[in-house]
């Protein structure tokens, strides 16, 4: 029996799909939103800063979050949301870059060792699982034992030590799509593998690297973090959020809002990425 | 099964020749001169002082000469003596290791426990929102800073409370927080871990012909589900190595404690490569090891891995 085409079953319209798709992932929206605002204040720190994050107030000291300092002064009573807002373009871009890095280096280096297989294939999952072996933290602290203190060195370092995660997802990607049958087909007809590599593989392994790229931001904003915490980085008094957070243990005391702002604005950046590096992994499951 | 045991030794092995080889080339073929840097401002353009110095770091020396003596002396564990009080570089970290492998092994210890606790009773529960919470709690555990966790345990339990001490490393009184604040935050992984191969694990084929023999909830997954489900948490265990050392470090300079950061913080400042080097080359040692070990246990936790070795 021929099956009549129903005109009650009508494709929806593009609107109603966006809507359902708001209604479905209204937190990874959010989380999404969030960290656009993140970029915006680190790209435009002045547009959002009502006072500058430098200049000390005596008479403002240690002001809990109040009007108009809606994030409370520092023992020296500068403003905190000010210093915090300027922070963001001393954290934001060397995790930005050190992401970057890891991505270019760690996606060449699996596809590499995946597609020419055999020796190459060995000596680079070796020198990964090197690169693994050396926690990440100690990476950081050697390139800045031989370069001196620098965001640079520290974001390369970071940046350096991210590869493996790239490297060993796109080396299983390439090997997994390389056995689906119509990779077999194409590669039996004749298609060469760096071909195969660009048209097939690349396009596939898209969603699970988006993931890993949106995790990888957050860990590498957390040692960054670290690394201020702990006096590297940028000079003071040019504000940066871990050292933000040493900052205010040293007045724990008078203001606890001096190393909770910093702490929470960490949390909740990287609750958002992990949030986005969620919605892209399980993604083609739905 | 020797030629598994020897086949992981030997790779093992091979993992820390090349992190050795990376480290060495860092450390001494870096374009900004380790001399020069060591020398920074308070010599410039001395060029008898930047000589000696280059005899001294040994670089005035072809590079396969110098990697040929430092592969001698770091496989038989003397790294060199310390470039600012030419202290034997392997003594240093004698005395500090202790300190820092007690703080990471505690927090182990906390972080196994309370994961495993939030695992099953989120596996357990049949409450939505409990189970919901639970599921939370290691997602966010998993986004707070090690060392801010620090600062607000400190906040509240020390200064507000006045239970521990800030610092010090005298009493055990002094080890509750630094090991509370890295192991809440390692819980998390293994929490997570755990959750998953537990749901697995509780809707695998034996659970139900366990269920259906008459076992109760705890005892299915207490006796049937945990020990098949702990396998991928000790592979996690086994990465979290990393973490839990480079935690202890930080966490050690937010308690201010004597250890391996307080070490490597003064080596960095210094420019001091033997103490850097030695440090590095120890870590990467200990995460290998753990992380053989954790291979080597696969098939005396796992009967399905002896089986599959056999034959």
Redesign the interface.
Known sequence: MAVPISDTVRPPRPGARLLAFARRETVTLAAFAFLVLILLVTVWPGLFAAFDPLRANPSQAYRPPSWPHLLGTDNVGRDLLSRMVFGASASMPAALLATSLSLVIGVTLGVVAATLGRWVDAVITRLLDSVLAIPGLLIVFAFLAVLGNGTLPIAVAVGLAGCVSFGRLMRAEVYRVRSLTYVEAASASGVRGWTIAWRHVIPGAIRPVIALTALDLGASLLTIGAIGYLGFGVAPPAPEWGAMVAEGQRHVADAWWMSVVPGLTFVLIILCANQISRYFERGNQR | MLRYIGSRVL?SV???L??FT??FF??HL?P?D?AI?RI?GAGDGNPEQLAALRAELGLDRPWYAAYATQLLSVVTFQFGESLRNGRPVIDLIAAALPNTVQIAALSLLVAAVLGTTIALLATYTRVRWVRGVLLALP??G???????LG??L??VFS?QLGWFPSFGSSDVRGLVLPVATLGIVCSAAVAQVLATSLLDASRSPYAFTAMTKGAGRWRLLLRHCLRAASIPVLTMIGLLT??L??GA??IE??FSRAGMGRE??Q??EA???PV??G??MI??VI??GVNLLVDLLYPVLDPRMRRAMRS
């Open positions: 790779q091979i993992v820390v090349i992190a990376l480290t860092l450390l870096a900004g380790a840097a920074g997602v966010l998993m986004s707070i800073p090690t060392f801010w600062v607000l400190l906040m200064f990393g973490a050392l480079t470090v930080v300079m937010v490597i913080l080596g960095v420019s001091d490569f850097v080097q440090i590095v870590c990467a995460f290998v």
